[in-house]
């Protein structure tokens, strides 16, 4: 199948800082790609729809200034996390289908892993 | 979207055939019937989908009533390494359609 991968796999910051992680499909492009975010013992919960070329949109109650995406290229987007708190400390999860190949599925990368100290 | 209910826990015997149900009784002619699994830890993994047929895949087998109201998702011969959590999810398909995922059913396969 397809692989969508993510950079870092893990981060550790202080409070006040910002963090990006990146998620890339490595072998199809994607005009869109999907963030999710999933706290302990929960499920995944979408947090925004990252758009090639354009803005993203925000599921409603996510802070759009918060989680700044930047959807670079058709294998590329990027979640900025802005001034983390210990309370974003949580796992993000980012998904692509493919467009070019076209694919019916939707691919997860692996997850990186937000702790905010 | 169609909303899914599927049992919080199950347990299966290794070796053993895992049968996995989903209800989706609101489920539209155009959405697809999705599985997804999420090992600890890790991003969630593609399993199988169908529209009305059954389907089969290296990994599991999907079948899907006459009305389209429930599927089941079959693991032929289950192993400690398929312990994980199965997401059932119904949709439209296409580039642009986002995944909304319910709370699941944690498989434990027991030894």
């Known amino acids: 199948g397809a692989v969508v991968s993510q950079h870092p796999s893990w981060v550790i910051c202080k409070s006040g800082t910002s963090v990006k992680i990146e998620c890339r499909s490595l072998?199809?492009?994607?005009?869109?790609m999907f963030w999710y975010r999933q706290f302990p013992k929960q499920s995944l919960m979408l947090m925004a729809t990252?758009?090639?070329?354009?803005?993203?949109?925000?599921e409603q109650g996510v802070e759009k200034d918060k989680f700044l995406i930047n959807h670079a290229s058709l294998t590329l987007s990027t979640l900025t996390v802005t001034s983390a708190h210990p309370e974003d400390s949580s796992f993000y999860i980012c998904?692509?289908?493919?467009?070019?190949?076209?694919?019916?599925?939707?691919?997860f990368g692996p997850g990186t892993r937000l702790t905010v100290l | 979207d169609a909303k899914t209910t599927q049992p919080p826990s199950m347990d299966c015997a290794e070796g053993r055939a895992a049968n996995l149900p989903c209800n989706h009784s609101?489920?539209?002619?155009?959405?697809?019937v999705y599985w997804y699994r999420q090992i600890h830890s890790q991003g969630p993994q593609y399993i199988i989908h169908?529209?009305?047929n059954n389907e089969t895949n290296e990994m599991a087998s999907l079948i899907i009533t006459e009305d389209r109201k429930s599927s089941t998702l079959i693991l032929p011969h289950a192993t400690l390494r398929d312990t994980a959590v199965y997401y059932c999810?119904?949709?439209?398909?296409?580039?642009?359609?986002?995944?909304?995922f319910g709370t699941g059913t944690l498989l434990a396969v027991q030894p």
């Open positions: 609101t489920i539209s002619g155009n959405e697809y």
């Open positions: 990252s758009n090639e070329g354009s803005k993203a949109t925000y």
């Open positions: 072998d199809f492009q994607a005009t869109t």
């Open positions: 169908g529209l009305k």
């Open positions: 999810i119904v949709e439209k398909g296409g580039a642009t359609n986002k995944l909304i």
């Open positions: 998904s692509a289908r493919g467009l070019i190949p076209i694919t019916d599925t939707q691919y």
